[in-house]
């Protein structure tokens, strides 16, 4: 058989400077162009070298191209202008700055690079049309993004978005804890979504898992600070939204607003089920385990009577402390019970000495083994689960 031939195109040679100042995106935008274009080789990689800095005003890299085999390798430092009012947004709406979207083939993005959003002056602004996820995959199947480092998203640091059979893992994301909506991931209408051995530090969700997303597989997780692992929100507005088929494994949560978490508004329809939360350690989160049908943060929220359904959720294996005297708290809908929950070895303690740990459990049924401390009385105890 031939050899595969890899075809090479540095941004460099098409005009990149990589001083951090001189606005670099039509550099990128020339090179993007010839490797997608390129039919020559059985793989392109579009290369941006280190020991540079890059600006780069919002981009959409498009993927219908020639090579069904990319490589996108990320070297150097990526940077976003500093100040919000110089970037060149369409119509002032800056609700991205870098895309990917519309690949078919095999996508990958590497390297020992970094990407930083420069989100500092973003998060003080009061403006709402300011919202600006950094990095997006978008429209895109068989996509792997590894060994790079996000830093100070305006907004959410990563969102995979209608994309299908995406990997992302060794990835390093880290913002500062007080910066707001700088969640580290975020699934939206995606499926087959693989998110291993990543260390996230933001200042909102570490991994957000929302509407349409299915077979989900987050392992290996060192979050916080942040606000822990959300399946939310959902149902906002009276929407029917879903998720399924999360599997949740070995995590280690430190000093988190929350642990493993799902939220659903009030009013909303659809469900969240087949979940599995297994062998989680908290380091002082305030609340490791939530289900919260009654979400609505940050305003006024009538009572509603229909909610989303959430069924068939496993707790296993979760132990450590809880910087909150609940540590577990289930607050369901009257109408709309969570059904199904089950919870087996679980030992939270307080991180103060001497103080024990309690649950608050309301409209909750399902079972529990004999070693779940606090005790969760809502749940009835049995062990063949």
Same mark, same amino acid.
């Given at each position: 058989?031939?050899?595969?031939?890899?075809? $090479?195109?540095?941004?460099?040679?098409? +005009?990149?400077?990589? &001083?951090?100042?001189? &606005?670099?995106?039509?550099?990128? #935008? &020339?090179?993007? *162009?010839?490797?997608?274009?390129?039919?020559?080789?059985? =793989?392109?990689? #579009? !290369?941006?070298?280190?020991?540079?800095? !890059?600006?780069?005003? /919002?981009?959409?890299?498009?993927?219908?191209?020639? =090579?069904?085999?990319?490589?996108?390798?990320?070297?150097?430092?990526?940077?976003?202008?500093?100040?919000?009012?110089?970037?060149?947004?369409?119509?002032?709406?800056?609700?991205?700055?870098?895309?990917?979207?519309?690949?078919?083939?095999?996508?990958?993005?590497?390297?020992?690079?970094?990407?930083?959003?420069?989100?500092?002056?973003?998060?003080?602004?009061?403006?709402?049309?300011?919202? %600006?996820?950094?990095?997006?995959?978008?429209?895109?199947?068989?996509?792997?993004? %590894?060994?790079?480092?996000?830093?100070?998203? /305006?907004? #959410?640091?990563?969102?995979?978005?209608?994309?299908?059979? $995406?990997?992302?893992?060794?990835?390093?994301?880290?913002?500062?804890? @007080?910066?707001? @909506?700088?969640?580290?991931?975020?699934?939206?209408?995606?499926?087959?979504?693989?998110?291993?051995?990543?260390?996230? *530090?933001?200042?909102?969700?570490?991994?957000?898992?929302? &509407? +349409?997303?299915?077979?989900?597989?987050i392992r290996d997780i060192a979050c916080g600070p942040g606000h822990g692992i959300s399946i939310g929100s959902l149902g906002v507005n009276g929407e029917n939204e879903t998720v399924e088929f999360v599997r949740v494994r070995d995590v280690h949560l430190t000093g988190t607003t929350n642990g493993v978490r799902i939220k659903t508004w009030q009013g909303g329809k659809g469900y969240a089920r087949n979940i599995l939360f297994e062998r989680i350690t908290s380091h002082g989160s305030t609340r490791p385990i939530v289900i919260?049908?009654? !979400?609505?943060?940050?305003?006024?929220?009538?009572?509603?009577?229909?909610?989303?359904?959430?069924? @068939?959720?496993?707790?296993?294996?979760?132990?450590?402390?809880?910087?909150?005297?609940?540590? $577990?708290?289930?607050?369901?809908?009257?109408?709309?019970?969570?059904?199904?929950?089950? #919870? *087996?070895?679980?030992?939270?303690?307080?991180?103060?000495?001497?103080?024990?740990?309690?649950?608050?459990?309301?409209?909750?049924? +399902?079972?529990?083994?004999?070693?779940?401390? /606090?005790?969760? /009385?809502?749940?009835?105890? +049995?062990?063949?689960?």
């Amino acid at each position: 058989s031939r050899p595969l031939r890899t075809e $090479v195109f540095n941004v460099v040679d098409y +005009g990149a400077i990589g &001083d951090g100042i001189t &606005d670099d995106t039509q550099a990128f #935008m &020339d090179a993007w *162009k010839a490797a997608c274009n390129s039919k020559s080789a059985n =793989s392109t990689t #579009m !290369y941006i070298p280190h020991g540079k800095t !890059y600006l780069l005003q /919002p981009i959409i890299f498009n993927g219908r191209c020639k =090579s069904n085999n990319i490589n996108f390798q990320i070297d150097g430092k990526i940077t976003a202008p500093s100040d919000p009012y110089d970037w060149k947004c369409d119509e002032d709406r800056c609700d991205h700055w870098i895309v990917f979207e519309h690949f078919e083939g095999r996508l990958s993005i590497h390297g020992s690079g970094t990407i930083n959003g420069q989100g500092k002056n973003w998060w003080s602004l009061s403006c709402k049309h300011h919202q %600006n996820i950094g990095f997006i995959i978008n429209h895109s199947y068989n996509v792997h993004i %590894n060994h790079l480092r996000f830093e100070d998203s /305006p907004q #959410m640091h990563i969102a995979l978005e209608r994309s299908r059979n $995406v990997h992302a893992s060794n990835l390093t994301i880290q913002a500062p804890g @007080n910066s707001p @909506n700088t969640d580290g991931i975020h699934i939206q209408h995606s499926s087959n979504v693989f998110i291993h051995n990543t260390l996230i *530090k933001t200042g909102d969700d570490c991994i957000s898992i929302g &509407d +349409g997303s299915s077979h989900i597989s987050i392992r290996d997780i060192a979050c916080g600070p942040g606000h822990g692992i959300s399946i939310g929100s959902l149902g906002v507005n009276g929407e029917n939204e879903t998720v399924e088929f999360v599997r949740v494994r070995d995590v280690h949560l430190t000093g988190t607003t929350n642990g493993v978490r799902i939220k659903t508004w009030q009013g909303g329809k659809g469900y969240a089920r087949n979940i599995l939360f297994e062998r989680i350690t908290s380091h002082g989160s305030t609340r490791p385990i939530v289900i919260d049908q009654y !979400y609505c943060p940050h305003q006024y929220c009538k009572n509603e009577t229909s909610a989303v359904q959430i069924s @068939n959720v496993m707790y296993s294996q979760i132990s450590g402390t809880s910087h909150r005297q609940i540590a $577990v708290e289930l607050a369901c809908s009257e109408s709309t019970p969570c059904t199904d929950i089950f #919870m *087996k070895d679980i030992h939270l303690q307080s991180t103060e000495d001497g103080d024990e740990t309690s649950s608050y459990c309301l409209n909750v049924r +399902g079972l529990r083994n004999s070693q779940v401390f /606090p005790n969760v /009385p809502c749940l009835l105890q +049995g062990e063949d689960f």
